[in-house]
């Protein structure tokens, strides 16, 4: 299979990346690259075998079901590149 | 008086506890030679002197009091993809910007609760994707090594290439650092130094950098096979923060060194014998099935049949899991932030800003090969093929091999900015084919120099382990150790 460039814009917007008619470009190319090299998985036969989920045959650990930690929203946005008392800004989302 | 910094962790601590030096002269001795040394190597992209001077203190205050850890005053050197509280933690990325998280990830908290000092953070591949550490927002590192007549920079293998440089170089005891799919036994190679990939839930994540969760594998770099030994004891943990933290006690790996290998069954896999692999490579195979045989292992021919696909399968898996981990990325929580006309703009822009060319090429595959319609083809069928690649270890461990040995990486270390690598990028991907089996089916492997090649410059071997048996690789990669000896690159910086 390979990517056409309407196919490589359309991943960008759901990967939320803006690019460029060149980069968009390059890109296509690169991808094609990639996925020709991934193209030989076609003639393993993987009739019957189950995708691996997990790496070593566990069962997921689950914690206890309690408050254990809490009561940091200032560490939570310290980080952010916009917040105001204790909330993220960003651009208005709703008309 | 031999100089600090070419000391071992094991050695130091021996000094350390005799008294001998004391936590502060030692941390001052590698600050002294990052200073002056960072600037050509690039190994550093964060150096923390003060609190690094100040863990010394109070390591010289536990020495005093008789309460030293396992690690009391080894001055240590950090990848940037682990979260250190307050401190840079950028995994090599425009995107995160500024970030210094409000948490310490629990690999290098269990290295502080043992003692160690945090000389900084080191350099790597942007979000760990990349095998030459170019890819990197802070510019390449330079390897230590360079060919014999040459003073052409070769890179020092990647990602974890600033946690190997550091190692070589003298510029830290011991270094953090994390393979997905090569990213520790590459460039340990590469430098002629140790670095092991635990098993899979052998080392919490919690708390490191995100890129391919079901892959991503913390571990150490160090001089020698025991000092990875040491550093994989502290680093490793059971932890309830992470689910697929394992529930099994560490177990002492120091003691498995020196221990004899006699009647062991070292598997030789046909498949990893590749297409253009150079003689050189193909020799130090010979050399280290040699070494095994001399000291009583048993050599068995194995097949380790669907290990051509393992490559191609990593490149569904990972970048499908990466543009999942990588969306949290997008302006609003932390790091860059690239103001657009709306929210969705502004996610693009800061994404495309942010984010270098290799992290696109592998969202953008990601995004592809999980997008509707695409599903079962692509990443469906690579977890099956993974099951396949997995059963082919299965079969050969039931058949009674203790351990694989194989070639570490197909080529020394190249040279930085080469351009048939900067053209093709599944040229760069193959430098992990002997290494990405591994983790598909996440077993440990360890990576151990076996020589120099003609051009003087390390090669490494690798030895493939069942599940949480690293003591078995630290003891056949010790009797590997002993008899190719230790490689120290000639100070030119």
Redesign the interface.
Known sequence: ?S?DLA??KR?????????SEEEAAR?MG??N???G??????E?N?DG?????S??P?N??K?ADIVADGG?AA????????SDRNF?V????VE | MTELTSLTIAEARAKLSAKEITAVELTDAYIAAIEAANDTINAYVAVTPEKAREMAKTSDARIAAGKAGALEGIPLGIKDLFGTEGVHTQACSHILD??????ESTVTQNLWNDGAVMLGKLNMDEFAMGSSNETSYYGPVKNPWRAKGSNLDLVPGGSSGGSAAAVAAHLCAGATATDTGGSIRQPAAFTGTVGIKP???RCSRWGVVAFAS?LDQAGPIARDVRDAAILLKSMASID?KD?????LPVPDYEASIGQSIKGMRIGIPKEYRVDGMPEEIEALWQQGIAWLRDAGAEIVDISLP?T??AL??Y??VAPAEA?SNL?RY????????V???????????T??AG?GQEV??R???G??VL?AG?YD??Y?????????I?RDFEVVFDAGIDAILTPATPSSAFGIADEDLAA???KM?LNDIFTVTVNM??LPGIAVPGGLDRKGLPLGLQLIGK?FEEETLFKTAHVIEQSAGRFTPSKWW
Do not use: W
């Not at chain 2, 500024?98 to 948490?103: L, S």
């Not at chain 2, 997008?330 to 932030?337: F, I, S």
């Open positions: 299979m990517v196919t490589v991943v960008a917007r759901l990967a939320r990346i803006a690019v890109m690169e991808l690259g990639i996925l090299f991934v193209e030989q998985l076609s393993v993987v075998v189950e995708p691996m989920t790496v070593t566990m997921m650990k914690r940091k560490d939570v946005v310290a980080n952010a590149p916009n993220f960003v651009p208005k989302v | 500024g970030f210094e998280p409000r948490y098993t899979y839930g079901s309830p689910t697929t933290s394992v529930d669907h051509k696909y191609p399968a490149y569904i543009s969306a997008d302006g609003v929580r932390y790091g860059l932030r103001d657009g006309k709306d929210i969705i703009d502004m996610y693009e822009k994404r495309a984010f696109k090429r969202i953008m595959i995004t592809y997008s695409y083809a692509y469906l069928r690579a977890q099956k093929v993974r099951t396949l997995k093709d990028p599944v991907y089916a996440g599940p």
